[in-house]
């Protein structure tokens, strides 16, 4: 049986073999086979719904807003960048931050543009990021209806 330090060197060499097969051929297979469409619908879909969780102050659009902080996550966060004196990311971020918006505010119309342009790998790593997001928010969600039940019961007396 390989020991952990050998199957963590081996997990290390096949991800950075993935990274680089991907990164010569420019994305990965099978785009003809993926409706990108239903790909976006679903990421405004589980937005939506993290978002009605959370029930903000009600902007039914505050969704896009979620979106417009998460989709350059993959590229870095800000700070770290600057930190890293990271020109190339700074330049990718600003540009898919500018995409986004129309005077300065989120628009639905301009992120599904710049959705469809992404690689497949980064709508579908987005996919599977705000999939994540939507079931960590109802796990907290139910965390916090389990806890105010536990205590009403303890208030009352119930046990």
Request: hydrophobic share 30%; proline share 2%.
């Amino acid at each position: 049986m390989p020991t952990k330090k050998l199957q963590k060197k081996k997990i290390g060499t096949l991800k950075n073999r993935i990274n680089n097969y991907i990164l010569n051929k420019g994305d990965i297979c099978c785009e003809k086979y993926i409706n990108k469409n239903k790909v976006i619908d679903l990421i405004f879909h589980n937005y939506m719904v993290t978002y009605k969780i959370r029930d903000n102050d009600g902007d039914k659009d505050e969704y896009l807003d979620g979106i417009d902080n998460d989709l350059v996550k993959f590229i870095g966060f800000r700070v770290d960048l600057e930190n890293k004196n990271d020109k190339e990311g700074l330049e990718i971020s600003d540009i898919i931050n500018k995409k986004m918006l129309k005077n300065k505010i989120p628009n639905k119309e301009n992120i599904t543009k710049l959705l469809m342009s992404l690689p497949l790998y980064y709508l579908l790593a987005f996919l599977g990021y705000s999939t994540y997001e939507k079931y960590n928010e109802k796990e907290h969600y139910q965390k916090l209806v389990d806890n105010r039940e536990k205590n009403k019961k303890k208030l009352f007396g119930i046990f």
